[in-house]
């Protein structure tokens, strides 16, 4: 089984929509990021969490929320979809002083 | 602040001939940097790492970078492609130990390997 494992791992959906990605982690680490990777521009930081009261926003937060419900699980959502949110999106954890650990992505598509 | 910028978003290579891709960072304070690989459908793997110690640093699969100072650097080479090599490749900088959660990512380089 995976240590880090993103669901769902494709959507498509329409502008205006609520979407919610889940991460969950196996791995015992108390930080958890969410990245986003378009082509050309690498993998941005949306939000990363120190542990379940500490949550803070990255580079690019702006129309994105996060919630870390336990240790081991930290959802990504985006209140109304725009199409310029279509991306793959990564959920990543580490333990602050090891790589940090990235789940297989979610490819969302928003019309 | 820090940045990276990778030469060439695109890099072809025969089976069996040298791997070189390129990284140059900037950074305020003494960087640590790495490099990771992503296959095909897959999130980001380490390759390897620089943290102040040894500057030519050896990672998996037959890959190593060297720290140059001097050319703000951190290419990473491989002495012999494989085919199995063909993926995404990302430099990453952070700066050091205290900062280490906020990596910035290069914007990457495609590896084919042409048999």
């Known amino acids: 089984d995976a240590d880090v494992t993103q669901t769902p791992r494709n959507r498509i959906t329409k502008t205006g929509k609520r979407i919610m990605l889940e991460c969950s982690q196996t791995?015992?680490?108390?930080?958890m990021y969410w990245y986003r990777q378009d082509p050309g521009l690498g993998l941005r930081l949306i939000y990363y969490s120190f542990d379940v009261k500490d949550i803070n926003k990255g580079e690019i937060s702006d129309g994105y929320s996060v919630s870390r419900q336990a240790q081991a699980k930290f959802s990504l959502s985006l209140e109304s979809a725009i199409p310029n949110q279509t991306a793959l999106y990564f959920c990543?954890?580490?333990?602050?002083?090891?790589?940090?650990?990235f789940g297989d992505g979610t490819r969302l598509s928003i019309l | 602040a820090q940045s990276v910028t990778q030469l060439g978003s695109h890099v072809s290579v025969s089976e069996g001939a040298l791997v070189l891709l390129r990284c140059n960072y900037s950074s305020s304070v003494p960087p640590y940097l790495f490099w990771y690989v992503q296959y095909p459908n897959q999130g980001l793997q380490l390759l390897l790492k620089?943290?102040?110690?040894?500057?030519l640093v050896k990672g998996i699969n037959g890959f190593e970078a060297e720290f140059k100072k001097s050319e703000t650097s951190f290419h990473l080479t491989k002495p012999s492609a494989h085919m199995s090599d063909a993926a995404e490749y990302f430099c990453a900088v952070s700066g050091g130990k205290t900062s280490y959660d906020k990596v910035i990512f290069g914007p990457g380089t495609s590896l084919s390997v042409i048999p």
């Open positions: 791995k015992g680490h108390d930080r």
């Open positions: 990543a954890t580490s333990d602050g002083d090891r790589p940090q650990h």
């Open positions: 620089y943290t102040s110690a040894a500057t």
